[in-house]
């Protein structure tokens, strides 16, 4: 089977959708005081201790990580994830001026993040992007050392977590591993190569 790349509108189309789910799906676990792995869980933790703006320290901690994804991804792939971070930081900074959310059940909150987000995320690797920060780093370990992605995320996800509790209720920091748990089993579940070609 003769399989094809993304056109351009097939990309653009691709990485809205992806990160207007992303985002949705933070949005929901910012919203009940959660947190997350990755960059996402760092900016988080930030956001609640600084009381600064979410989407701005999820760009910003991206940054040093753009330069590790020109040098293990090249620069589609980085101008691709650039777009997609600064969109889910601007679709999280908006969409407080539009929805307002009084009270929400933090397992709920967990349960759909891990459904929305995964999915989002699992649409923007499929058309070639991610949400940068950590997953890099992993990447990058693994090509040059030989340590194996998943457990390099593993590692770096448990350090966060490890912080959390020190900064977050116990309760919070359990639901929130229930989030990042279902968004690992859907990524993990349906991201398959062999499945698609992303341009």
Do not use: C
């Not at 789910?21 to 009940?32: K, S």
């Not at 990058?140 to 448990?158: L, P, S």
């Amino acid at each position: 089977m003769i399989m094809r790349r993304y056109t351009l509108f097939e990309d653009i189309q691709g990485l809205a959708i992806g990160s207007i789910g992303a985002a949705t799906g933070i949005f929901l676990l910012r919203a009940a005081g959660l947190i997350t792995g990755g960059t996402a869980g760092i900016a988080l933790l930030l956001s609640y201790v600084t009381h600064w703006s979410f989407g701005a320290v999820f760009f910003w901690v991206n940054v040093p990580f753009y330069a590790i994804a020109l040098f293990t991804r090249g620069w589609s792939f980085t101008l691709k994830g650039i777009i997609s971070v600064g969109a889910v930081s601007l679709l999280t900074a908006v969409a407080q001026d539009y929805i307002t959310i009084t009270a929400i059940d933090p397992l709920l909150a967990a349960v759909v993040f891990g459904i929305v987000a995964g999915v989002g995320i699992l649409g923007l690797f499929r058309h070639g992007s991610s949400l940068g920060g950590t997953s890099m780093l992993a990447v990058m370990a693994q090509e040059r050392w030989g340590i194996k992605a998943g457990w390099v995320q593993m590692g770096m996800d448990a350090v966060i977590f490890i912080v959390a509790l020190f900064l977050l209720p116990f309760p919070q920091v359990a639901f929130s591993f229930v989030g990042t748990f279902i968004l690992s089993f859907v990524l993990a579940f349906n991201h398959r190569k062999d499945w698609y070609i992303a341009g």
